[in-house]
């Protein structure tokens, strides 16, 4: 089963940017379709984007669209989320997750999930 750590969550002011990574280990990442998603206090888990295997089909959360990009970089086995005019209500716990090995396209279930890094956006 592949292992999961994400990073670069951090406080920042409502319009600033971030990226998150997220590192793999155990297995090729190229293995696996993936995805983020975020948690905010009190609310359920949301989907916030995903990419296929190979990186060439993305899907990312109205909430988020035009605003967040999802990447990935297969020889590095890290999987990226840059996020630019950030607001108030992106703040929440990210997580990045792996869908199960060799599915095709854009995954809509996920088995592996890492521990999540804090955003925090102040307005």
């Known amino acids: 089963q592949v292992q999961l750590v994400e990073s670069g969550g951090g406080l920042v002011q409502a319009g600033d940017s971030l990226r998150l990574s997220c590192a793999a280990s155990?297995?090729?990442?190229?293995?696996?379709?993936m995805g983020w998603f975020r948690q905010a206090p009190g609310k359920e888990r949301e989907f916030v984007a995903a990419i296929s295997r190979g990186g060439t089909t993305t899907s990312v959360a109205d909430s988020v669209k035009g605003r967040f990009t999802i990447s990935r970089d297969n020889a590095k086995n890290t999987m990226y989320l840059q996020m630019n005019s950030l607001k108030p209500e992106d703040t929440a716990v990210y997580y990045c997750?792996?869908?199960?090995?060799?599915?095709?396209?854009?995954?809509?279930?996920?088995?592996?999930w890492g521990r999540g890094t804090q955003v925090t956006v102040s307005s």
């Open positions: 997750a792996a869908a199960r090995p060799y599915v095709y396209g854009i995954p809509s279930n996920f088995d592996s």
């Open positions: 155990g297995r090729t990442l190229s293995t696996y379709g």
